[in-house]
């Protein structure tokens, strides 16, 4: 089975700008949750996505938004990009979710750098 | 607030002998208790789950132990080898959401 994909790896944006961020779970896999990884802060929740249908989120600002496809692909916006926005954002793909026991499969992330 | 500590940030261990790593949280009462294991430039490694009513779980030379009155769990990696040398999470999961630690970085000196 093919792992968790992010898409780019590795994105550079200047302040002011947006940004939308990729992740094609493991087949099979409806849930998809996306973490934001600076090293202060750690890995911190962005919100989690389950057949479409924003499940949880975490403390961030509205700037931060995302969806889930039909295929269960998802896609995380930013925008007005800050110069704290740069980090390792990370999706992770899991069969049922955070209502049940489950193991998360993450992607390699995506580094964004904002200059 | 919930609050999660991981015992250090860094960790430097002989090869051979046994690391143990620690997680102690706050203000929370999680249903599950995980392990990953994160490698530069790489997204976490799924190693281990425990559950509250769990005291313990062993895969190979890994052990996690977990303690709901002190609020607290234990890693152990045995017999540990250079490979070993990455930065290990735990993460709490409970009310619908995983709240993870901020890692130690293990070091296993040849």
């Known amino acids: 089975k093919a792992g968790v994909t992010q898409t780019p790896r590795y994105l550079i944006k200047t302040r002011g700008q947006q940004v939308t961020l990729s992740c094609s779970p493991i087949s099979g896999h409806r849930s998809v949750s996306w973490y934001q990884q600076t090293p202060g802060q750690g890995l911190q929740f962005l919100f989690e996505y389950f057949s479409e249908t924003q499940r949880n989120k975490g403390n961030f600002p509205g700037r931060f938004s995302g969806r889930q496809f039909s295929n269960s692909r998802s896609e995380m916006n930013v925008s007005t990009l800050e110069l704290g926005d740069s980090a390792l954002y990370l999706c992770?793909?899991?069969?049922?979710?955070?209502?049940?026991?489950?193991?998360?499969?993450f992607g390699p992330g995506t580094r964004l750098t904002v200059t | 607030s919930q609050k999660i500590e991981q015992n250090s940030e860094a960790l430097n261990i002989q090869e051979g002998k046994t690391a143990t790593l620690t997680c102690n949280y706050t203000?929370?009462?999680?249903?599950?208790l995980q392990w990953y294991r994160q490698d530069p430039g790489r997204g976490p490694v799924f190693l281990l789950l425990i559950r509250e009513n769990e005291k313990e779980k062993r895969k190979e030379r890994l052990k996690v132990t977990f303690d709901t009155t002190l609020k607290q769990s234990l890693f152990h990696i045995t017999a540990s080898q250079p490979a070993d040398s990455a930065t290990y999470l735990c993460?709490?999961?409970?009310?619908?959401?995983?709240?993870f630690g901020t890692g130690t970085k293990l070091q296993v000196i040849p």
């Open positions: 203000n929370y009462s999680p249903a599950y």
């Open positions: 992770a793909s899991s069969l049922h979710g955070t209502s049940s026991l489950y193991e998360q499969y």
């Open positions: 993460a709490l999961q409970g009310d619908q959401k995983v709240t």
